[in-house]
């Protein structure tokens, strides 16, 4: 190994960094000239949320992009942000908040290693083909350092992967589990394939949504790349705002996201719309991945039976086996999906906190919670739409 130092640098702005030495560590496979296992920390993604004013300065999502450089080379990075809320995460640290809050001591601001807005897992330590262990241990001690120099209490990863999470306790950071739901490719053929692997009732009761959903009057369209229009966008920001409202209060994605989305980031989406009389009513918007597809936002101005369930569930299942991807996340909660062949799996977080008390409370408090989450899971698992021996098969 190199014996020479590493450096680490913080940047306030990811245009201080080039694409390439980014995407060198954030998605080293895209070297075949293939798609990145995610999208999410492509320069060109972070970058996007950046310009468009989505995170930045009155959005609680201030940037300090980490770099760990041996020799001038990148070696490994990470999106950090200093956040002065909880928000947009999807994995709830509120009620530690208020506990370190009324002890006296003060919870935020505090280090997020995370996309923001985004409940997808991914890798949050970015290293370079060959650098994984000095890599992330570097992002690690850089991220913990920036957290000590400025008086900030914790620093946390979130939805990491399992490797990492594994990683990072043997570094002594706190690992935490908590779920979602994915529907996972068996190799279908298309899907009635998929259909025929669930019980009786279940697949009846799919049929009928899907049905519902495609006599709502009008046609449905998968569309991705240049078939994706700047027209789209004004119908999806109508849809996305509608949801934002309810569910946030506001939006955390700019309008300007949008427009930058259809420039840079077009061939990594996919938009399903429903369209009636010319013009679309709803619509669910996915980032594909090289193996996986990611659900993300959903929205409408017309409300029609099981629309929901088709445009976010049913068309993200059919585009995945067409185009042999083996995963659909459909993004944070929602025990509905597993009627729909979204079955619950494992996420995973990392977490630094400066205060040993502070930290052994939170460290049982997560034994306690992993205990829980793996029981839940194996209990909601039964409660999917499968026949008993191919959930067992999945197990």
Known sequence: MDGSAIEITAHQSLSDVDPAEWDSCAAPECADGGRPEDP????????????????????????????????GQAIAAAPLYAKSHSQGEYIFDHNWAHAYENAGGDYYPKLQIAVPFTPATGRRFLTAEGHDAEGMAALVQGGVQLAADNGIATLHATFCTEAEAKAGEEMGLLHRMTQQYHWQNRGYADFDAFLAELSSRKRKNIRKERKQAQDFGGEIVSLTGDQITSEHWDWFWRFYQDTGARKWGQPYLTRAFFDIAQEALRDDILLCLAIREGQPVAGALNFIGRRRLFGRYWGCVEHHPCLHFELCYYQAIDWAIAHGLETVEAGAQGEHKIARGYLPVTTHSLHWIGDPGFRDAVSRYLEAERRAVGEEIEILTGYGPFRRANVEEQE
């Open 40 to 71: 999410f920390t492509t320069h060109r993604f972070l970058l996007a949320l950046e310009q468009s004013g989505s995170v930045g300065r009155g959005t609680g999502w201030e940037p300090h992009y980490l770099v760990a450089r041996r020799d």
